[in-house]
């Protein structure tokens, strides 16, 4: 809803949201806003090493805790990588 009324750079979103999950959301995102650059935060790993591989549609996955200037740095990152040219 809020993003067919704004205009967004970057979405960060969490893997485990209420109702549903971070995924699902990046489907729907990456269907509706394609050129829009997703970066996904999780605490839950999911493989022997404690490791999650990038879901489809994923800029960068982000492990928690995560330092705030790192999160601002790919964020930038994620934009510039999205800007045309």
């Given at each position: 809803e809020k993003l067919q009324r704004k205009k967004?750079?970057?979405m960060v979103v969490d893997l485990k949201l209420p109702g549903l999950s971070g995924e699902e959301l990046v489907h729907i995102?990456?269907?509706t806003h394609p050129n829009l650059p997703v970066l996904m935060i999780t605490g839950h790993g999911s493989g022997k090493d404690g490791s999650f591989e990038k879901p489809d549609?994923?800029?960068e996955l982000l492990q928690k805790p995560i330092d705030l200037s790192v999160l601002?740095?790919?964020m930038e990152e994620a934009i510039e990588a999205n800007?045309?040219?």
């Open positions: 967004y750079n970057v995102v990456n269907k549609g994923v800029f601002i740095k790919k800007e045309p040219g």
